[in-house]
């Protein structure tokens, strides 16, 4: 699994443990896959992204492509919105994960509302 700190003390650098810099942060690369903190079908773990995702999808999309990036989200974000494939394998990235190109590639076409909520409720999480 792919261990995202932010910060390493100079303890776990000495150690024979392989780091290396990855997209601003330290990552510990224990051998095994990092996972969604967040199901796909979890839509009820946070009401306000369930609500933002069923009424106005585009809106929640923009805002998680502007998030991923670390940046405000604005008015552009919305009008050209890259595709939910696209915004996923960059949380894929930035967070570890293991690619799954096929699957999310299935999830985004009939699930992408899903899909939708579940990037958001992970940025969320992750950012905590």
Partial sequence: MDICLEAVSEQE???NTE?????????????MANIWKSGLFSCFGDFNVCIMGLILPCIQMAKNKADIDERSCTICDC???????????????AYGFE????????????????AICQDAREIKLRRK
Avoid: A
């Fill in 99 to 114: 690619e799954s190109n096929l699957y999310d590639c299935i999830v985004t076409g009939p699930c992408v509302t899903c």
């Fill in 13 to 15: 650098e000495e150690k």
């Fill in 79 to 93: 009008l050209c919105m890259p595709p939910e494939y696209f915004t996923r394998l960059q949380i894929r990235s």
């Fill in 19 to 31: 780091f290396y810099l990855k997209d601003r942060f330290y990552v510990l690369n224990t051998g």
